[in-house]
């Protein structure tokens, strides 16, 4: 698929497979500062509190 799509980059939700090659960008599903920039403040918040953000197990 990469073979015929040839994306510049490839954006990943969480850590890479070892097996990715290419300009992989990982997005961090645990840092603050990025869910903050994608769900604004107060979702945020509100997730946070409501325990939605991260797993529990």
Known sequence: MLDIIR???VICYGEPFGEMQGNIK???PFD???L???LG???YLR???A???YPTN
Do not use: H, T
């Open 7 to 9: 994306p510049s980059a």
């Open 47 to 49: 997730k946070l509190q």
């Open 36 to 38: 903050i920039k994608k």
């Open 26 to 28: 990982s997005i961090s």
């Open 51 to 53: 325990g939605e953000l």
């Open 41 to 43: 403040y107060p979702e």
């Open 32 to 34: 603050k500062d990025e």
